[in-house]
């Protein structure tokens, strides 16, 4: 059956891979989406979309009260998918500023008025309204050699990104257990895929190397992340939203942990075939000074939602690497369109307005 789904931060990389998902789902859904067109938040990521009679955009902010409950009152979503967010860890380190803002006030809003449609709802479509709060794996703090975060871990964030990543989380659930919101929480690991913006260590590592640039890793490369296919988590998401039960909580990995070392020697690799230049890429790998308070390993424990709810990662390292590398040797003008915006891949995140070209 169609649903109207609404999507905040739908032109961000995650939320606009989800849009196209939802819309080929083949059963008529509707995607309503609501993105302030931040830095991050790309049209581009969209265009494929326009002039489907299914996708409507809404240019506005998770913060502007008027816009939320305008959204809610006119399209009537019976699925909030909440992706709207400040998402660099970078960038939260220089400016918090607007992480709380975004994620933590913004979420409210989205809340509040999500509150107030499901309270005037009534029979089937009360009982199907589900507000997906989309979270990281980051809320949780950071790993040794051992262990894996699950539904259970108890929260411990260390970055300002992560801090208010971890208070909309709370936020939600508070709206379940105290207005019977039927808000659920998924927190994922680190994801690749098609139309990241370049500041993730990914793209960034994919067209500095095309350029013959520095591939920046920082301090000794050895930091470990759970890479999660982003189609794989768009399938995990669309999931929770029509199966998973109000109140609860799935982490969403993809079993594949890599270090950072790892990731980047695996781009070159990839470049050498496809993109081969007279030097090996690898030669272009420039070890930096170490993102501040670097959390040394993620990986998630996905046991839960693969027993309940059926799903699993599809897309292994090695096909989604080389499905990343290729989309992004394939979309110049994409990245070109994204060049000539104010963000140059220059270093973030050193606290002190220091800028010498980074990465992650
Ligand atoms: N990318 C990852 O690896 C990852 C991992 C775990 C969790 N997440 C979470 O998934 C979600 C999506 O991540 P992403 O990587 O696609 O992010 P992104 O940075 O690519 O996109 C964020 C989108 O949100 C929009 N946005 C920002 N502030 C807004 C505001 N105030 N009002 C409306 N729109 C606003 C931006 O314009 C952009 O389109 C985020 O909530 C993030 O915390 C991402």
Known sequence: MGLTFLVTGGAGFIGGNLVRHLLAAGEGHRVVVLDALTYAGNPDNLAAFVGNPRYHFV???????????????????DVVLNLAAESHVDRSIDGPGEFIRTNVVGTFELLDAARTLHGALEGERRK?????????????????????????????????????????????????????LPTIVTNCSNNYGPHQ?????????????????????????????????????AEALA??????VPGETYCIGGNEERTNIDIVETICAL????????KRHRELVTFVKDRPGHDRRYAIDPGKIERELG?????????????????????????????QGTYRRERLGLAAGVRAGGAS
């Open 128 to 180: 199907r309204f589900r507000f997906v709060h989309v979270s990281t794996d980051e809320v949780f703090g950071s790993l040794g050699a051992e262990g894996l975060f699950s539904e259970s871990t108890r929260y411990d964030p260390r970055s300002p990104y992560s801090a208010s990543k971890a208070s909309a989380d709370h936020l939600a659930r508070a709206y379940h257990h105290t207005y019977g």
């Open 59 to 77: 240019h506005g902010d998770i913060c502007d009260r008027a816009v939320v409950r305008e959204s809610f009152s006119r399209h009537q979503p």
């Open 239 to 244: 999931l929770v939203a029509a199966r998973g």
């Open 271 to 278: 470049l050498d075939e496809l993109a081969p230049t007279p």
């Open 311 to 339: 799903w699993r990662p599809r897309t292994s390292f090695a096909v989604g690497i080389q499905k990343t590398v290729e989309w992004y040797l394939a979309n110049r003008p994409w990245c070109e369109r994204i060049a």
């Open 197 to 233: 913006f370049p500041e993730k260590l990914i793209p960034l590592v994919t067209l500095n190397a095309l350029e013959g640039k520095p591939l920046p890793v920082y301090g000794d490369g050895k930091n470990v992340r759970d890479w999660l296919y982003v189609d794989d988590h």
